[in-house]
């Protein structure tokens, strides 16, 4: 018989599991990033290449494929790619809130451990990620993964054992994105702490430091082999000089040169602190009242809050120092902060003025979705025809978007008010139900035909006949994925003009069962555009389709500079 605090955790994790694979196997991949990714796994299972992703024609040398081969795995066991390319995320969002639930149990008890992980489960952050088929949910898992288990060495005194596996994990993360090492800057605190004598907790058993310590490398590294071995081999064994190119791209450009000198995305050094006051809400609303309680802990010395918080503080220091940044850049750090917020949190709690703050968060963000669905529906015309016009999605589906608000707002106001400010957890956990709920049933799907490219690949599909030739030109990771048929690519990276001269010269081979989709801004002037077909519009862009014909013997390689 499980008992009544198993009970619950039983219970919160299947809640957890319905709520975030809500709407799983409704909608295909879409942009960011998943319709990449997606892509890569399917051809892993179509080809048998697991080692090298492509990309369509080019090798793929921005991520590690360990992503890629959970979702190929996936699709390999179920044969379903709308359900395998959202699986990883939705099983390491759960076992996520386990680890959170399980490290903070240990340290602090069943009640403190169930605070934590509710507080990891209602911040915005961790749901839009569970949700999404990107890396990042499943290398926090990862990094959470490490932190759980050297934590369990390092707070508790259990085997050195746990201290390996966790750099195990800190290893295999980092090849699944690099960023996967930091658990590893958990072991400076620590191991101050341990010198001193305060760390493991009193009563914990102590080992010889020399050897717990001396194999942490060792550990990390063989976790670091699981890819880095089999493709070393590989280099080792295959002398083709793109197969080196990917991976010094791999190791250097994509990581180090990535972090010191990055290209893009670049914020300024405070940027995170607006990632934290919108996408870690509920839990930054609670910073003025945590942050004194975290200070008091602080100064008694208690060495688990010390190495948790200095923990976190490493990572949002190592993030903001550089000038490339992403609001997900800093995801690894909420779930170790929910874990150091576990001991504090049910006094909180007890504070009018914290329910109060929560209500009032609840409310607003349940009366924002009921005013932005009520005004899609009945407000001006023109606000919804913007939002639909630029994105192509078709009336129906915009419909649908602004009802599903509208019910997620309204359904979500009738928990938070029936809860008030004395049950106001409950309440922000049925909203926060009631809106990924929403988003997975309604929101997704509705936008889901315009956002994969599933519309304009349906139109080129119904336009081609059925023995025809497909290449695609300026083209996008949606497009190839949801082509029904072998397409021809000239590249992903090389420019419109390039892919063009290469269209056109495998156009001329056979212009008469031959056909190239563009973006419709690079279809070059020489084209004959009483032939080329408008099939509508995708992600804000708008797609043509050219026949042979149109191009053939129309356009020379002066035309196409």
Known sequence: MLRPEQRRLVFWLIAAFLVLGAGIGLREPTPPDEPRFAMMAQDMVDTGNWLVPHRGSEIYAEKPPVFMWLQASAYAVLGDLR?????????????????????????????????????????????????????????????????????????????????WFGAFLAGLGTVTKGVGFLPLLMLLPAFILERRGTLPLPGAPRGPWRLRWSLVLPAFLAGTAVWLAPIAVEVLRNPNPELKAYVAELLFKQTGERYVNAWHHIKPWWYYTEVIASLWLPGALLLPWLLPAWWRRLGEGDPVTITLLAWVVMVLLFFSASPG???????????????????????????????????????F???????????????????SERFAGSRGIADSDVRMVFLGLLAAGALGLVAVLATRTKRVVPGLLALTAIVWTSYGLVLRPALDPSSSGRTVMAAVAERLPADAELALVAWTEQMRLQADRPVTDFGFKTSGKAQWRSGAAWLAE??????????????????????????????????????GTAVAPRCNASDLD
């Open 83 to 163: 359900i395998a390319f959202l699986l990883p995320s939705l099983l390491a969002g759960v076992l996520t809130l386990w680890l959170v639930y399980d490290l903070a149990k240990r340290l602090w008890g069943p009640q403190a451990a169930m605070a934590a992980s509710v507080a990891l489960a209602l911040c915005l952050q961790f749901g839009l990620q569970a949700k999404r088929a990107q890396i990042d949910m499943v290398v926090v898992a990862m990094i959470m993964g490490a932190v759980w288990a050297m934590g369990r060495h390092l707070f508790l005194g259990h085997s050195p054992r746990w201290l």
């Open 325 to 363: 940044k992403r609001g997900v850049y800093i995801f690894p750090a909420l779930p170790v902060l929910c874990v150091a917020a576990a001991p504090v949190l049910g006094a909180l709690l007890e504070r009018i003025g914290v329910r109060r703050i929560l209500f009032g968060y609840g409310l």
């Open 365 to 383: 963000l349940a009366a924002l979705l009921t005013v932005v669905g009520l005004a899609g529906l009945v407000g001006p015309e023109a606000w």
């Open 510 to 547: 056979a212009p008469a069962t031959r056909w190239v989709l563009a973006r419709a801004d690079t279809v070059p002037g020489c084209v004959d555009t009483a032939q080329v077909i408008d099939v509508g519009l995708s992600n804000r862009r708008a797609w043509a389709l050219v026949p």
